[in-house]
């Protein structure tokens, strides 16, 4: 089956620390999302990219990488100058780049607490 | 901003009672288009609605748009206890850009 698969479902992180969170998917989408959703608030966008090898910042980029090497994978690394980085992380998918006809594909998300 | 934004933020209803919930946006859209999430999950497409349609349907949804007005409604006929979750409208402008609303924490009671 196709779709979107993000990992870690649950991570943690230390004050300083940068962590990686990985979405892979096998859809052949050329587009992927990441989005960070607070408790009780919509989806904020964090990065996107429409082809390989080139991505764009969205509206909350300071504090966030990312790469995408290949097709199917968009990881992202919260950095450490990420300062309120607990919140759910989710990242999507969509068929072809700026065609906004079709709906966007989600992951099931990953949580990440400071600790 | 330009996301859309929902109303009711949180609506309770009784199993088998209809749930509409409103979405309002402020620039003009290449359309809109509504996503389910069950808690702590991602989100779900539910349909999409282009800006010179004014009506949609999909089994027990029905969207409704109006581009005079800047509002948009997602109806859920029948409700059941499944259907409990947050229903967000996405707004697509022009420069394909796309933007989520804080969603309408809906609760459907058996």
């Known amino acids: 089956d196709g779709g979107i698969t993000q990992s870690p479902k649950y991570l943690f992180r230390k004050e300083g620390q940068n962590v990686t969170l990985s979405c892979e998917q096998n859809?052949?989408?050329?587009?992927m999302y990441w989005y960070r959703q607070d408790p009780g608030q919509g989806l904020r966008l964090i990065y996107y990219s429409q082809i390989v090898n080139d991505f764009q910042k969205g509206d909350i980029a300071e504090g966030y990488s990312v790469s995408r090497e290949k097709k199917e994978s968009f990881p992202l690394t919260v950095t450490s100058a990420q300062k309120n980085p607990t919140a759910f992380y989710l990242c999507?998918?969509?068929?072809?780049?700026?065609?906004?006809?079709?709906?966007?594909?989600f992951g099931s998300g990953t949580r990440l607490t400071v600790v | 901003s330009q996301q859309g934004e929902e109303d009711p933020q949180a609506l309770s209803i009784q199993e088998g009672e209809n749930a509409t919930m409103n979405c309002s946006y402020k620039t003009s859209i290449n359309n809109l288009q509504w996503y389910r999430q069950n808690s702590g999950r991602g989100l779900v497409h539910l349909i999409l609605?282009?800006?010179?349609?004014r009506e949609k349907h999909s089994g027990r949804l029905r969207v409704t748009l109006d581009t005079s007005k800047k509002s948009s409604s997602l109806l859920i006929t029948a409700s059941r206890a499944a259907d409990t979750a947050s229903y967000f409208c996405a707004t697509v402008f022009n420069n394909n850009d796309m933007r989520f609303g804080a969603g309408t924490r809906l609760t459907v009671k058996p």
């Open positions: 609605i282009r800006s010179n349609e």
């Open positions: 999507a998918s969509s068929i072809l780049a700026g065609q906004f006809d079709y709906g966007y594909t």
């Open positions: 859809l052949n989408h050329d587009a």
